[in-house]
């Protein structure tokens, strides 16, 4: 492909709660930033047709709303299931189930959560995704904080024990334009 375009979903309520997982709509500022998104993309990518790839969650699409390209969703795109925890904040799961909050802590690539998913299982369902997205021109994927780690770990070669530590702040647009000698990224924020 030409250019991978990559977002996290504007901020959401549960991000606000600093609750986790769950399918939130988005806050007043996750909503500007849905907004700025429109503006950005056609500064950035003046002219270009795109293809909008989200998830199935109502965050990644109300975050796609403004832009008028085709869209597509994956449930592969979802975030990373946290099963029993899914709703609670960390400070909840450390309470009420701290060996496991230990375990994470010790080895988050391959810890997962009861009823729920690593980050190994992740990348697992990721690979029908990076498959096509091989095969495809441009595309803007808007997806969650764990699943861009996966997908930037990929392109970037970041080794797994690294990846689920990475940064990935939200309003924050990423471009990455494969080269010859790697991958190119650019990280324009929204500042908002
Ligand atoms: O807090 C936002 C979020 O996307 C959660 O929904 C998700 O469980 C978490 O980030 C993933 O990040 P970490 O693996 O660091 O807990």
Redesign the pocket.
């Known amino acids: 492909p030409r250019c991978i375009w990559l977002s996290r979903h504007g901020e959401s309520i549960?991000?606000v709660e600093?609750?986790?997982?769950?399918d939130s709509i988005l806050s007043e500022r996750g909503l500007a930033y849905a907004r700025k998104l429109k503006d950005m993309i056609e500064e950035n990518a003046p002219g270009e047709t795109l293809t909008v790839w989200t998830s199935t969650l109502k965050r990644t699409q109300e975050t796609a709303q403004f832009l008028s390209f085709k869209k597509l969703q994956w449930k592969a795109l979802d975030?990373?299931d946290?099963g029993v925890c899914d709703g609670m904040t960390?400070e909840e799961i450390e309470a009420k189930y701290p060996e496991d909050f230990k375990a994470r802590d010790a080895d988050?690539y391959e810890y997962r959560y009861r009823g729920g998913e690593s980050?190994r299982d992740v990348v697992i369902r990721l690979e029908p995704v990076i498959m096509e997205l091989e095969r495809q021109e441009n595309i803007l994927i808007i997806t969650?904080?764990?699943v861009l780690r996966c997908i930037y770990a990929y392109f970037m070669n970041v080794p797994q024990e690294e990846s689920?530590?990475m940064a990935i702040p939200l309003h924050t647009l990423m471009k990455l334009e494969p080269k010859a000698y790697g991958t190119k990224v650019t990280a324009l924020k929204a500042n908002i």
């Not at 600093?18 to 769950?22: L, R």
Request: aromatic letters at 22%.
């Open positions: 549960y991000n600093q609750k986790i997982g769950g975030e990373l946290a960390y988050k980050y969650h904080q764990a689920p530590w």
